[in-house]
């Protein structure tokens, strides 16, 4: 998912990157031939004149693929926390999970169908929301995946996101 998304951001930076690239070999041909030639000939002054050009060009695309860089860059680290955890997300977790451990389970409890005792999930994510930490939503999301239909017993993911 994550590369579907990063496709569109590195396709556009290749391009501008060719394009500079492409632009800076034009650019380092017609500068040699300069090298070579009179400086006092025609061809010389209608040459010098178009390398000027080729590296306003070049210039110009080389600043444009640095920006489309930066965005993918940023688009990049934004997607990256879904599919690991940084340490200081991990300790943030370990703590809450602390914390959850010591609420209390008996209030979790409520009388079912023929009177069975169940345990009411709404209930324990209701408490666990008192415990409310500041969690970034794509640790949220990768917990959430990973942990929907094991430990959370299909849990809806409004529920999950709203505690």
């Not at 290749?14 to 006092?40: C, G, I, P, V």
């Not at 079912?112 to 999301?141: F, H, T």
């Amino acid at each position: 998912m994550e590369q579907s998304h990063l496709k569109e951001y590195k396709e556009r930076w290749d391009a501008a990157k060719d394009k500079a690239t492409n632009l800076w070999r034009e650019y380092q041909t017609e500068s040699n031939r300069l090298d070579m030639m009179d400086f006092n000939s025609e061809d010389f002054k209608t040459l010098d004149a178009q390398c000027d050009n080729t590296k306003l060009a070049y210039d110009e695309a080389h600043k444009q693929g640095e920006i489309l860089y930066s965005i993918y860059r940023q688009e990049q680290l934004k997607c990256g926390q879904v599919h690991y955890f940084e340490m200081q997300f991990l300790e943030l977790l370990i703590r809450k999970n602390i914390k959850v451990g010591r609420c209390h389970p008996k209030k979790w409890r409520t009388l079912g169908e023929g009177g069975i005792d169940m345990i009411d999930y709404s209930l324990i994510l209701k408490e666990i929301a008192q415990l409310r930490d500041i969690v970034n939503l794509g640790v949220c999301v990768g917990v959430y995946q990973t942990c929907n239909g094991k430990q959370f017993k299909h849990m809806p993911a409004s529920d999950f996101i709203n505690f």
